[in-house]
Structure formats: C-alpha cells, structure tokens
Nanobody
Framework: QVQLLESGGGLVQAGGSLRLSCAAS????????MGWYHQAPGKQRELVAT???????NYDDSVKGRFTISRDSAKNTLYLQMNSLKPEDTAVYYC????????????WGQGTQVTVSS
C-alpha cells in the first residue's frame, strides 16, 4: 500500500503562485507514474499533470506554461508549482500514483483546496 498526503493549498489572488506538495509513504518502491488531478465544484475530476519515474512530464493544455510538476525521489515527494493562477484553477487538487505502467491511478491522497480570487 501507498499513502499520499498533500499540503500547500490555500487562498491566493489571480496571478499569484502556490506550490503543492505530496509526501508518499508505504510501498513507495512500487510507484511508477505520479500526478495531480483537480476537481472544481460541480465538475468531474480532471487530470492536470503527470510525471514518470524517468521524469517525463505531461500537462493538460489548460495549465501548460503555468504549472510545473516535479518529483524528489530522495524525499519521496511530488510537487506542483502553480504560477499565473486563474480563478478557473479553483478546485480540490488530488495527488495520485500508480504501481503499473498504464491504466488508472490506484492511490489517491485526500485532496487539498486551492482557491483563486479574482
């Protein structure tokens, strides 16, 4: 089993920045791809960014050029640097991980709220 614990959410004005962190524990040796989802009020969860063990990152078009995903293997921590935040980025952000090469993410954090005011 893998446990994921997010931190770093909060309230920020439009144009501001936040950095989310996700500390992984448990069977971390089994983790392959990690990522971040977000879920805005009344909407479905959407995949924001992913990163492989090799460091290859992918982003949803809505955050390209503004968000950066990274992982520190020594600290077993995943990050999401969010710059130039917009009110539409307001959502609960979830850290995710999977222990297989493809398919759905089988480990989820509890989520952290990000609110961007206009």
């Amino acid at each position: 089993q893998v446990q994921l614990l997010e931190s770093g959410g909060g309230l920020v004005q439009a144009g501001g920045s936040l950095r989310l962190s996700c500390a992984a524990s448990g069977s971390i040796f089994s983790i392959k791809t990690m990522g971040w989802y977000h879920q805005a009020p009344g909407k479905q969860r959407e995949l924001v960014a992913t990163i492989t063990t090799g460091g290859r990152a992918n982003y949803d078009d809505s955050v390209k050029g503004r968000f950066t995903i990274s992982r520190d293997s020594a600290k077993n921590t995943l990050y999401l640097q969010m710059n130039s935040l917009k009110p539409e980025d307001t959502a609960v952000y979830y850290c995710v991980a999977r222990n297989r090469d493809y398919g759905s993410y089988n480990y989820w954090g509890q989520g952290t709220q990000v609110t961007v005011s206009s």
